[in-house]
C-alpha cells in the first residue's frame, strides 16, 4: 500500500512562490511517473504536471509552462512541484498521485493509482 504526503502549501501573495512536496513510503518509488494535480472549489479535478520514473520526461498543462517545475529525488522517495508568478487562479488543494503503466496519457487521471490527501495553496491578489 502506498502512501503519499504532501506539504508545503501555504498562503502567499500573487507574485510569490511555494515549493510542494510529496514524500511516498514505497520502496518502488522509481518505478512510477508521479503527478501533481489541483481542484479549486466548484472546479473538476485538473492536471498540472508530471514526471517520469527517472525524471527524464516532463509534462506540464498549458496555465502553468513557464512558472511551475516539476522534479523528483528518488534517493529521498520525494516529488516536488516548485511553483513560481503565483496567481490568485492557482488556489486550489494540490494533489499528488503515482502513475501506473498503462495506456491512459500523463494528462489523465485514469494513469494514476495513489493519491495523496492534499495540501492546500491559496494566493492573494
Known amino acids: 500500500q502506498e502512501q503519499l504526503v504532501e506539504s508545503g502549501g501555504g498562503l502567499v501573495q500573487a507574485g510569490g512562490s511555494l515549493r510542494l512536496s510529496c514524500a511516498a513510503s514505497?520502496?518502488?518509488?522509481?518505478?512510477?511517473?508521479m503527478g501533481w494535480f489541483r481542484q479549486a472549489p466548484g472546479k473538476e479535478r485538473e492536471f498540472v504536471a508530471a514526471i517520469s520514473e527517472y525524471g527524464a520526461s516532463t509534462y506540464y498543462a498549458d496555465f502553468v509552462k513557464g512558472r511551475f517545475t516539476i522534479s523528483r529525488d528518488n534517493a529521498k522517495n520525494t516529488v516536488y512541484l516548485q511553483m513560481n508568478s503565483l496567481k490568485p487562479e492557482d488556489t486550489a488543494v494540490y494533489y499528488c498521485?503515482?502513475?501506473?503503466?498503462?495506456?491512459?496519457?500523463?494528462?489523465?487521471?485514469?494513469?494514476?493509482?495513489?493519491w495523496g490527501q492534499g495540501t492546500q495553496v491559496t494566493v492573494s491578489s
Open positions: 498521485a503515482r502513475g501506473r503503466q498503462n495506456y491512459y496519457s500523463h494528462y489523465d487521471a485514469r494513469r494514476y493509482d495513489y
Open positions: 514505497g520502496r518502488t518509488f522509481s518505478m512510477y511517473s
